[in-house]
Structure formats: structure tokens, C-alpha cells
């Protein structure tokens, strides 16, 4: 009981965090005052062990935005439609806090955002990394050189020299993150640790913006109280939830609600972001860019598709699932691209699956949706 309080506390913090827009700036006006400056970003392609090694605090663009409901949406559809609310909260200083923001190659929403930066927005200062869309080792060379020009580029602007002392000192903490995030999944997979998956998606997120040294002891923390097994009781439709960055937590309680447990979340903010680590010797830019451009894919990457298929057959069986929702930002057609894929694999395989499409910045769960989630958590697994 004791470790089930405490457990929620520490929960709690990270989604006040997440949730509440005055929480998250006053956080990072609270690293400014530390004498850190920020650098916001968009994606998961961006190396944070990089930015921290220039002397800049990384956060990512998440939860909801304060400042997006003062202005209309200005950019015409189909636009997603957590870039158009990132638009109208930039447009009224929501990020004023950050030094930088740094585009990915991504999505064309994202394109269209950085395009029109530079004149409607100007402040925070904009820069892009173009990474490649393919794995192979040209590709990693030509990002690994990429990588040495953004390392410079932030170093100019911070004054800190990256030596390669402070870049593997870098590599190795944010290594210890995506160990204690894969590990705390595996004692996921048993159904049995305290953590609610809905939680785990909140503990996620709040890590893309908290101090490292701060998140890895939280981690750590986490992992000790929820080690004690729960009691038993009826065996809950094991789902995994699959989309972009999802931060709607109505409707995650929702799907638990029905009696399903979120086992795990191939989503930006979940296991696609742990998986894998920088190898800490040799070339660290090489390495850093090898991680990170063959680590999970996020759809926008051209991978070797027969590859990632049957990873991802091999993820399904691993798992035993009962089934399998696809949670989709509103307009995102990377990630309905990516639904249409697995959907044919999960047919294949006799998992049921179901798609939900949301606007992002609204916490609320529509009628429709929640009896299509109640209907679909009640028949799965029944294939």
C-alpha cells in the first residue's frame, strides 16, 4: 500500500508536468535560472546527448500548449493537428523560454512549420538536422558529418567547447535512461508490475523534459516500488497502443477502464525512443548517428521494409497480445501509412486492431470513441 502511494506521487508530478502548461514553463524557467539554456525539440531524431554535451538543456515540444486557444488556428488543412497547435501557441510566446528549436527531416506538417518559422514566428531561433531516411553505412557516415556541423553550430552559440570527454559522459547518462526505460518495460510485459501503462506513458513524457541526472533517479525510484506484484484477479486484454507522440491520458485511462492493460506503447514517447544504445567507444559521432538512424523507425523513415515486418511479427508473438490500437494525431499521414501496413500483418496474424484518430490538445474522449474502445477490448483476443 505504501509503495502504491508513493508510486502515485511520483506519477502524479510527471503528469502536472506534461498536463499543465504552467508546471512544464515554470520548470524550465527554473533550469534558465541554473544558468542552462534550452533547446526544444521535435523528434526523436534529434541527439540529445549532443545538445546536453554543448551545455543546453533538451526538452521536447509536448503536452498541451497554454497559449494555443488565444489565436485561431491559422494554417489550412491537411496540416496535423499538433502542428497546428504548436503554430498558435509559438505565435504567442509559448516557447519564449528556449533558446533554440530544431527541426527534423520528418513529416511535411513539420516542413510546412519550419518553412514559415523564420518570418511568422522568429523567436526562438530555428535550425533544422536532415537526417537521412535510409539506415544503410553511407547514410550513417553522411549523418555522423551532419551531426559534427550541429555539435559546432551549438557550440558557437553556447560557447562550450563539446570534448569528447563530455560527449561520452553525455552518451553514457543518456544510455543509463534507455536501460532503466527497457528494463521497466520487461517487468511490464507480466501484467503484474504496479505501473499502469497509462502511468508508464506519463512517466515517458515526462522524461523528454526533465534534467537527466533528475529523470534517471526517478526511474530508478519507480522501478523499486512497483516490483511488488499485484494481487490476483481476472486477466486483463493484454494491448499495445501504436501512433506518434501520444499524450491524450482520458483516453489511455479509458482503454484501461474497459479492462485492458497497456503491456507496451511503440509510440514516439515510449519504446521507439529506448530502444537501443550509442556505443561508447570509437567514433562517438559515428556512433551517435548508427544509434539513432537504426534504432525502432519512426514511419517517416524509408526502412527495409521485410525486415521491419518480420521484427515486428516477432514483437506481436513475444507479447501475446489480445490486441492492438493505432492512436493517431488527426491528419498525421505518415502514421496512417504505417496503420495500413501493420493492420494487413495483424489480419494476418489474427489480432484484432482498431484505429482511433484525435485532435491533439483536447482531453476529453468522444462518445463514438469510447464505445468503439469498450465493443473492441470486449471481443478481443476472441479470434
Known amino acids: 500500500m505504501e509503495n502504491a502511494k508513493s508510486l502515485n506521487q511520483v506519477i502524479g508530478r510527471c503528469k502536472k508536468l506534461v498536463l499543465d502548461p504552467l508546471v512544464r514553463r515554470q520548470y524550465l524557467l527554473d533550469i534558465r535560472k541554473q544558468g542552462r539554456s534550452i533547446v526544444g525539440c521535435f523528434s526523436n531524431y534529434i541527439p540529445e546527448e549532443i545538445v546536453a554535451a554543448a551545455g543546453y538543456h533538451p526538452a521536447r515540444i509536448i503536452g498541451i500548449f497554454g497559449a494555443s486557444n488565444a489565436l485561431s488556428r491559422s494554417l489550412l488543412n491537411p496540416v496535423c493537428s499538433f502542428v497546428q497547435d504548436v503554430f498558435s501557441a509559438a505565435c504567442t510566446g509559448e516557447f519564449s523560454s528556449m533558446d533554440v528549436v530544431v527541426f527534423p527531416n520528418s513529416c511535411d506538417s513539420l516542413r510546412v512549420l519550419r518553412d514559415i518559422w523564420d518570418c511568422q514566428i522568429k523567436t526562438p531561433t530555428a535550425c533544422a538536422l536532415l537526417h537521412p531516411v535510409r539506415n544503410d553505412r553511407d547514410s550513417i557516415l553522411y549523418f555522423a558529418d551532419q551531426l559534427r556541423s550541429f555539435a559546432a553550430q551549438l557550440s558557437r552559440k553556447s560557447g562550450v ?59 530508478q525510484q519507480v522501478i523499486e516500488l512497483g516490483s511488488h506484484k499485484q494481487s490476483g484477479g481476472n486477466r486483463p486484454k493484454r494491448m ?32 521507439r525512443y529506448c530502444d537501443r544504445d550509442v556505443e561508447p567507444q570509437g567514433d562517438l559521432y559515428e556512433n551517435i548517428a548508427e544509434r539513432y538512424l537504426c534504432a525502432s523507425p519512426s514511419p517517416t523513415m524509408n526502412d527495409t521494409t521485410q525486415l521491419y515486418e518480420d521484427s515486428f511479427r516477432s514483437r506481436i508473438r513475444e507479447l501475446n497480445l489480445d490486441g492492438v490500437i493505432f492512436i493517431n494525431q488527426k491528419f498525421c499521414e505518415p502514421h496512417v501509412h504505417n496503420y ?30 469510447a464505445l468503439r474502445l469498450e465493443s473492441f477490448i470486449e471481443m478481443a483476443g476472441n479470434n
Open 340 to 369: 495500413l501496413a501493420k493492420m494487413g500483418i495483424l489480419k494476418q496474424m489474427r489480432i484484432s486492431c482498431l484505429m482511433l484518430e484525435v485532435d491533439h490538445g483536447k482531453q476529453d474522449v468522444h462518445e463514438r470513441d
Open 240 to 271: 499495445m497502443i501504436v501512433g506518434p507522440l501520444v499524450d491524450h491520458y482520458p483516453l489511455l485511462e479509458k482503454i484501461e477502464e474497459f479492462g485492458a492493460c497497456l503491456i507496451v506503447e511503440d509510440i514516439t514517447n515510449g519504446a
Open 161 to 219: 567547447e563539446i570534448a569528447e570527454s563530455a560527449l561520452k559522459t553525455s552518451i553514457d547518462r543518456y544510455n543509463q535512461t534507455r536501460q532503466l526505460l527497457r528494463k521497466l518495460y520487461d517487468l511490464r510485459k507480466t501484467g503484474e508490475f504496479l505501473l499502469k501503462g497509462s502511468d508508464a506513458v506519463a512517466l515517458m513524457t515526462a522524461g523528454l523534459v526533465l534534467d537527466r541526472n533528475q529523470y534517471n533517479a526517478m526511474l
